[in-house]
């Protein structure tokens, strides 16, 4: 869920959306009611045919209807399938900060097809995010990398240095966010889908909802049941309405040890092609392995080809996280951990994500959402205690799952109360669910679906990695799921495939 993960961290615009307004204000006329889209053409190279855009403006505060608004960036692919038409389905990312128009320009496509035409396929970029009003708390470049909004433990454990730059960005977010910033949290992301839902005129709207974006979707299943259609809950994180984000990041921990076995296997006996990103002869060695080379860049940074920007252990760990999302990402990592190896060799390339700084309206976003939700423990004791028991624990995650972040020295309590989920509504949900997720873990999605009750089915895939639904795959799950969205068919008990 990814809390901070690598997609959310580096979303991107994938189509050309006209540039929106920032903050403006609700004619008396529209204060009442939804005013329908307005779409225009926006097909990109390489996107999909038909491809639509528009803008939907929503209320900054809700409180405050005829209050400022926001515009947030909607696209859509119309069914080709008319007179097998059965609304519209919502394609939502994870994150915080994940970009609804990217996914749709990506996958819509795909989606299309493996829905035989059914939807208007519709995606949305959320307040704060790509081509929606944004905002920026004015982080200070050097605390906007991925492993500093990543809040890894000096060598020796200490966090002095987290607490400094976590108290420093919950200043900045405090002193130049303002309402906008304080907007961004999941409870207003649902209340804006509904508003989209009341633009688009639907009755309902389904949705595929991957990682962080599936939490939100199952909020709004539980706020507005009676327009939900058919939600797809793809790699879902633990719904604990005291802890939320906070277990969610705790969680990675859990979610690092289940999925390093896979990574072990494949650097101990890479494919063809690969052979030469060897790292060990068993799969039992490459943990040891690249835990002692981690140590060894605590101790003494290797200059990477980036100037100025050495490879330390944390940032060795970090792209260890990153790679345990997908199997395609192995090779990298496999690379990156021999070249640092080598003190003889090149520079080791670091990886594009850990080169360059956040932009500092998409480290606002995700901070601000984590920050917004739900209230964290307040003094730095808390987490000098958690962070020494996590490096105990996990030492693939170092303690950095349970150090502190700027929400400890957040300005504003959460305006709203995290969401409990309950079993009372429609049985109208499909979870699907990895045994070996680095992000959110079977553990937290398991604890979701129990709280779903019958509302819920659950297919888990014997698979390792970060959002198990792939359209146009067609493995088992992948079959599960379309048939849900396509027909109406859910398993009648909770159903495991292999592939």
Same mark, same amino acid.
């Given at each position: 869920?990814?809390?901070?993960?690598?997609?959310?961290?580096?979303?991107?615009?994938?189509?050309?959306?006209?540039?929106?307004?920032?903050?403006?204000?609700?004619?008396?006329?529209?204060?009442?009611?939804?005013?329908?889209?307005?779409?225009?053409?926006?097909?990109?190279? +390489? +996107?999909?045919?038909?491809?639509?855009?528009?803008?939907?403006?929503?209320?900054?505060?809700?409180?405050?209807?005829?209050?400022?608004?926001?515009?947030?960036?909607?696209?859509?692919?119309?069914?080709?399938?008319?007179?097998?038409?059965?609304?519209?389905?919502?394609?939502?990312?994870?994150?915080?900060?994940?970009?609804?128009?990217?996914?749709?320009?990506?996958?819509?496509?795909?989606?299309?097809?493996?829905?035989? +035409?059914?939807?208007?396929?519709?995606?949305?970029?959320?307040?704060?995010?790509?081509?929606?009003?944004?905002?920026?708390?004015?982080?200070?470049?050097?605390?906007?990398?991925?492993?500093?909004?990543?809040? =890894?433990?000096?060598?020796?454990?200490?966090?002095?240095?987290?607490?400094?730059?976590?108290?420093?960005?919950?200043?900045?977010?405090?002193?130049?966010?303002?309402?906008?910033?304080?907007?961004?949290?999941?409870?207003?992301?649902?209340?804006?889908?509904?508003?989209?839902?009341?633009?688009?005129?639907?009755?309902?709207?389904?949705? =595929?909802?991957?990682?962080?974006?599936?939490?939100?979707?199952?909020?709004?299943?539980?706020?507005?049941?009676?327009?939900?259609?058919?939600?797809?809950?793809?790699?879902?994180?633990?719904?604990?309405?005291?802890?939320?984000?906070?277990?969610?990041?705790?969680?990675?921990?859990?979610?690092?040890?289940?999925?390093?076995?896979?990574?072990?296997? =494949?650097?101990?006996?890479?494919?063809?092609?690969?052979?030469?990103?060897?790292?060990?002869?068993?799969?039992?060695?490459?943990?040891?392995?690249?835990?002692?080379? &981690?140590?060894?860049?605590?101790?003494?940074?290797?200059?990477?080809?980036?100037?100025?920007?050495?490879?330390?252990?944390?940032?060795?760990?970090?792209?260890?996280?990153?790679?345990?999302?997908?199997?395609?990402?192995?090779?990298?990592?496999?690379?990156?951990?021999?070249?640092?190896?080598?003190?003889?060799?090149?520079?080791?390339?670091?990886?594009?994500?850990?080169?360059?700084?956040?932009?500092?309206?998409?480290?606002?976003?995700?901070?601000?959402?984590?920050?917004?939700?739900?209230?964290?423990?307040?003094?730095? +004791?808390?987490?000098?205690?958690?962070?020494?028991?996590?490096?105990?624990?996990?030492?693939?995650?170092?303690?950095?799952?349970?150090?502190?972040?700027?929400?400890?020295?957040?300005?504003?309590?959460?305006?709203?109360?995290?969401?409990?989920?309950?079993?009372?509504?429609?049985?109208?949900?499909?979870?699907?669910?990895?045994?070996?997720?680095?992000?959110?873990?079977?553990?937290?999605?398991?604890?979701?679906?129990?709280?779903?009750?019958?509302?819920?089915?659950?297919?888990?895939?014997?698979?390792?990695?970060?959002?198990?639904?792939?359209?146009?795959?067609?493995?088992?799950?992948?079959?599960?799921?379309? &048939?849900?969205?396509?027909?109406?068919?859910?398993?009648?008990?909770?159903?495991?495939?292999?592939?």
């Amino acid at each position: 869920m990814t809390t901070w993960t690598r997609t959310a961290l580096l979303t991107t615009l994938a189509v050309a959306v006209t540039t929106l307004p920032a903050v403006t204000f609700a004619p008396r006329a529209e204060a009442a009611g939804v005013p329908p889209l307005a779409w225009t053409p926006c097909e990109s190279p +390489g +996107g999909p045919t038909g491809q639509e855009c528009a803008g939907l403006p929503v209320p900054l505060d809700y409180r405050d209807p005829r209050g400022p608004r926001l515009t947030l960036a909607v696209t859509r692919l119309r069914s080709d399938g008319p007179e097998a038409r059965q609304g519209t389905l919502l394609a939502l990312p994870g994150g915080p900060g994940g970009s609804g128009v990217q996914r749709l320009t990506q996958r819509g496509a795909a989606l299309r097809a493996q829905t035989e +035409g059914r939807y208007d396929i519709v995606g949305f970029d959320p307040r704060g995010v790509g081509a929606s009003t944004r905002a920026s708390c004015g982080i200070t470049e050097g605390d906007r990398y991925v492993f500093t909004l990543r809040s =890894w433990p000096a060598p020796d454990g200490s966090i002095d240095e987290n607490a400094a730059r976590s108290r420093r960005v919950a200043e900045a977010c405090a002193r130049n966010g303002g309402a906008v910033v304080r907007s961004f949290s999941t409870a207003n992301q649902v209340r804006d889908m509904d508003r989209l839902r009341r633009a688009l005129g639907e009755e309902k709207i389904s949705a =595929w909802a991957t990682s962080y974006g599936a939490y939100a979707g199952a909020v709004y299943a539980q706020k507005y049941p009676q327009h939900t259609g058919r939600l797809v809950l793809d790699s879902v994180g633990d719904p604990d309405p005291r802890r939320v984000e906070r277990q969610w990041l705790a969680n990675m921990a859990e979610g690092a040890e289940d999925r390093f076995p896979d990574f072990a296997a =494949w650097a101990a006996d890479p494919p063809s092609g690969h052979r030469d990103l060897q790292l060990a002869e068993r799969p039992e060695e490459v943990e040891p392995l690249v835990l002692a080379l &981690a140590a060894k860049l605590d101790r003494t940074p290797r200059q990477s080809h980036v100037p100025g920007l050495p490879l330390t252990g944390s940032m060795l760990r970090q792209a260890l996280q990153n790679a345990l999302y997908g199997d395609a990402l192995f090779p990298s990592f496999a690379a990156l951990v021999k070249a640092a190896a080598d003190p003889l060799g090149e520079p080791p390339v670091l990886p594009a994500e850990l080169s360059a700084p956040v932009p500092d309206a998409d480290a606002s976003v995700i901070i601000a959402v984590l920050c917004n939700d739900v209230s964290w423990p307040r003094t730095v +004791g808390h987490y000098r205690r958690t962070v020494a028991e996590a490096r105990a624990a996990h030492p693939l995650t170092a303690g950095m799952t349970a150090n502190i972040v700027p929400c400890a020295f957040w300005k504003d309590a959460p305006a709203d109360e995290p969401t409990r989920m309950a079993p009372d509504g429609p049985s109208n949900i499909l979870v699907i669910q990895g045994l070996r997720d680095p992000a959110t873990p079977l553990s937290g999605a398991l604890r979701m679906r129990a709280a779903l009750g019958d509302r819920a089915r659950m297919v888990t895939v014997g698979r390792g990695g970060h959002g198990m639904y792939v359209p146009r795959r067609e493995g088992c799950g992948d079959r599960t799921v379309e &048939a849900f969205l396509n027909h109406g068919q859910r398993p009648r008990h909770d159903v495991h495939c292999e592939d």
